[in-house]
């Protein structure tokens, strides 16, 4: 069993960063990849990043890629999100998720086993 604990979200004006971190309790095993999704409200979640425990094999949406950066520290069991360049559309609750059996595409929110209660990112304009 794996729990995960989000940090790091709270407001920022656009053009600001966040760094978020996901700590998991329990073993991350080589195979499972770590991703954080995102829900605005009204909105479906959607998937923001990826990487993969074993090789560090990292995707981005891309909504987000040249802006954000996804990072894991196996000695910590935590995978960061570097968020730069924030924009409004950004704003959202960032949840951590892990896919023990990863799934050949890495949004398919489906194949990810645990989740996050989520932390909330917010741009002031």
């Known amino acids: 069993q794996v729990q995960l604990v989000e940090s790091g979200g709270g407001l920022v004006q656009s053009g600001g960063s966040l760094r978020l971190s996901c700590t998991a309790s329990g073993t991350i095993y080589s195979s499972y990849r770590m991703a954080w999704f995102r829900q605005a409200p009204g909105k479906e979640r959607e998937f923001v990043a990826s990487v993969t425990w074993r090789n560090n094999k990292k995707d981005y949406a891309d909504s987000v890629s040249g802006r954000f950066t996804i990072s894991r520290d196996a000695a910590l069991n935590t995978v960061f999100l570097q968020m730069n360049n924030l924009k409004p559309e950004d704003t959202a609750v960032y949840l951590c998720?892990?896919?023990?059996?990863?799934?050949?595409?890495?949004?398919?929110?489906?194949?990810?086993?645990?989740w996050g209660q989520g932390t909330q990112v917010t741009d002031s304009l």
């Open positions: 998720a892990a896919d023990a059996f990863p799934d050949p595409t890495p949004g398919t929110i489906s194949a990810y086993e645990y």
